[in-house]
């Protein structure tokens, strides 16, 4: 009798026990909120890595056998063949430069070949339309057309916002708002584009013209002549700004003595002091043919890659090694770490400008890869520069000159890249 008691009160103690935990997990059911799953304190959300590449060509050398290879029947001009033989760098690249050797003065001061160029403006609108976001302004022929020319140069370059310029610039007063760095950024990354010439084909040069156009070489600021053995204190100190709105500071110097292909003692100077300074790219324009690239040590550690000169990009000029010219291309790689140049997917892509003769008319930039000595025999070269031209002095030059860091279009073209180019914006220019 006493076990049965006690067996009853145990059923009643489970049941009871059974009924408040039901109870309690439904109090619980209705207040507790739904779980969230997330990722533990420590965990880190995956980077994703991306390369940005830069392309750039040499002097944009507008001849007349160039501007009047534009006229168009119905008495109108378009320049966009200048560029159909880069075009699938031009769609790969996100950085995409040109040095614009002659100035855009007006259309209205009509046209002019050496030595006091004047260019359509046409070529520009081509130059905008085949993709290029930076153009390089400052040259030795940017006063060819004097204060209206590079006013009306100006001018026509806000046209097309979308392009960057550098090199020459309204008057900057001190405390201006505007900045004197030029700026570009892609995928999230800043690119400071300094450009700079030796000077305007005079002994000295006007407080005017100085006041627009940058200047590599110091000036005397009483009489206005050019030390062309001085760098510039104002290019220092632009490096060391731009290096504190910029990730990358690429300076382009107009420098260098005509149609050399060895660097002279002064660029040799110029460029390390400009990378001392944090110059992390220099590249350089002016003396119509190639010279070597390599890496610039400075004294204090920094490090920069130079292309001392890329030649011309077009020209009717008449040395055979003005035809050879350099496309440069950068491929920069950003880890979670920061950005840096990737080594083995950088270098420079040989090109040969082939024009006619008889009348003199641009034809075509082919890649040396592509050129065969049936077009050389045929190049205007040949009869308008009196000299012998062939393909394979132009690969001679090219292994001479470049070396080992010529790549094939393939090579570039083929790179398997992560595109950083869903955002490219021009931050801020001097206009």
Known sequence: MIIRIILCLIGAYTAVDTICGWVHKLEKEETVAPRVSLPAKNDEIAFEESDITLMAVGDNLLHMGIVNAGQQSDGSRNYDFLFDGISAFLEKADIKMINQETIFGGNALGFHGYPQFNSPTEAGDAIARAGFNVVLQATNHTADQGMSGMKNCLDFWEIHPEVLVAGIHEPLTEGADKSRIPLLKVGGHTFAILNYTYGANSESISSSIKDRMNMLCDVDGLNGRIDFETLNQQVLTDISEAKTLADIVIVCPHWGTEYSTTPSSIQEKFAEQMTEAGADIIIGTHPHVVQLVKWIEAVNGNRALCYYSLGNYVSTQKNGQSMLEGLAWITFHVTKDGIS??????????????????????????????????????????????????????????????GDWVLSADEVLSMPYRSARSSRTLISSLF
């Open 341 to 402: 140049i990737s080594e083995e997917q950088t270098g420079v892509i040989p090109l040969v400008c082939h024009y006619s003769s008889s009348p003199t008319r641009f034809k075509q930039v082919y890649l040396l890869e592509n050129y065969t000595e049936e077009l050389a025999s045929s190049h205007g070269i040949i009869s308008y520069g009196g000299i012998s031209f062939h393909l394979n002095d132009c690969l001679k030059w090219s292994d001479e000159i470049l």
